[in-house]
Every structure is written in C-alpha cells, then in structure tokens.
T-cell receptor, first 109, second 114 residues
Framework: QQPVQSPQAVILREGEDAVINCSSSKALYSVHWYRQKHGEAPVFLMILLKGGEQKGHDKISASFNEKKQQSSLYLTASQLSYSGTYFCGTDPNDYKLSFGAGTTVTVRA | NAGVTQTPKFQVLKTGQSMTLQCAQDMNHNSMYWYRQDPGMGLRLIYYSASEGTTDKGEVPNGYNVSRLNKREFSLRLESAAPSQTSVYFC?????????????FGSGTRLTVV
C-alpha cells in the first residue's frame, strides 16, 4: 500500500522553508526520500531507519517517527535547485519500496 | 561509470504489439526493480528481482513479464500492449544491505501505446 504524502504541491520563494510529510498505514523499517527533476530519473537523497533518527543533506533534513509511522522532509532556506518532485518510499522490511504520489516543490527567485 | 542503462528511451507501439524493455547495471548490485510512473500516481512497482535467478510480482504486474538474465540485466516484456500501459518505465538497482542503500534509477523509457 502506497504511503500518503502531503502537501501535493508547494510554492516557495528563495530562502523560505517547507515541510513535506509522509505517512504509512503499516509498521516501517525505514523511509527513503528521493527528488526528481522534470524529465529526469528520481535521485536518492537519504534513508532513515527506525529509531527516530534524523539526517541531513545540505540544508535538506528529515526525521522518522516509527511509532506514528510518519516521516517529514525539511527544506531549509530553499534554493532554486531544490525545485522538483519529492517522493518518499517505504517498506516494512526495507526490501521493495512503495512510493507516495509525490510533492511538487517550486522555488521562485 | 554508467550506473543503470535503459533502452530504448522512447517507443511507440500499436495496441497488441509486443516489446521488451532492457535494463542493465554495472554496479554489481543484487536487487533490481521495474517501476512505472503515471501522472499523479508516483512510482508503482511492477516486478522485482532480489537476486540473480529470482523474480517476484509487485503492485501492478498484470500484462507484464520479466527475466533476470544474469546479475547485470533485468528485462521487462509487454506481450500484448494496451493503451493503459502508456507510461514512463524506470528500472532501478540496489546494493545489498538492509537499511543501508538507496535505489539507483535508470533514465527511463517513455512508452506510448496507440
């Protein structure tokens, strides 16, 4: 079953922050985050394991709450290069991912 | 370092025709996957192969077959194409190790069935 992402889309000005949420109805071992630019392949950003860890990638970070079966991706001080569609991927055993429908992020100058 | 290579990049088929999408990776990864991407629906898993010699169905396997030819190659076959199979198809691979690695995706095959 696919995880649910929110919001579907967000528009930002450079320097603004945003949060993308991902929730699952199943217990999770891990959550993956990917970014896809228009017409390109998805690119892996980070993986979070159960244990409530947080990770960072430049000014993009994420958290994972396995009790709530939720993960959030934080875009801090957004840059033009952050534009794209963000997908979370989940699986109870980190074996074969189900992806959310995606959140389209548009960063404007 | 090519990563994951998919061929062809674009294809137009007539309803009822068959074709095979090719995927090869040069990273010595064990697991390989086929996803389809449709607007507003994200990526949906068609088939996957945990290791050479094994294949399993994903969320949307109907109308497709796969072959894990060797460790490098994982092909997807449409036996009788239907307009509902118009989509962008992505192949992905992953290194072994639970919870350690993300997927590496190929550049995709854009398929139109008319």
């Amino acid at each position: 079953q696919q995880p649910v992402q929110s919001p579907q889309a967000v528009i930002l000005r450079e320097g603004e922050d945003a949060v993308i949420n991902c929730s699952s109805s199943k217990a999770l071992y891990s959550v993956h985050w990917y970014r896809q630019k228009h017409g390109e392949a998805p690119v892996f950003l980070m993986i979070l394991l159960k244990g409530g860890e947080q990770k960072g990638h430049d000014k993009i970070s994420a958290s994972f709450n396995e009790k709530k079966q939720q993960s959030s991706l934080y875009l801090t001080a957004s840059q033009l290069s952050y534009s794209g569609t963000y997908f979370c991927g989940t699986d109870p055993n980190d074996y074969k991912l189900s992806f959310g429908a995606g959140t389209t992020v548009t960063v404007r100058a | 370092n090519a990563g994951v290579t998919q061929t062809p990049k674009f294809q137009v088929l007539k309803t009822g025709q068959s074709m095979t999408l090719q995927c090869a990776q040069d990273m010595n990864h064990n697991s390989m996957y086929w996803y389809r991407q449709d607007p507003g629906m994200g990526l949906r898993l068609i088939y996957y192969s945990a290791s050479e010699g094994t294949t399993d169905k994903g969320e949307v396997p109907n109308g497709y077959n796969v072959s894990r030819l060797n460790k490098r190659e994982f092909s997807l076959r449409l036996e009788s194409a239907a307009p509902s199979q118009t989509s962008v198809y992505f192949c992905a691979s992953r290194a072994p190790g639970q919870g350690k690695h993300g997927y590496t995706f190929g550049s995709g095959t854009r398929l139109t069935v008319v």
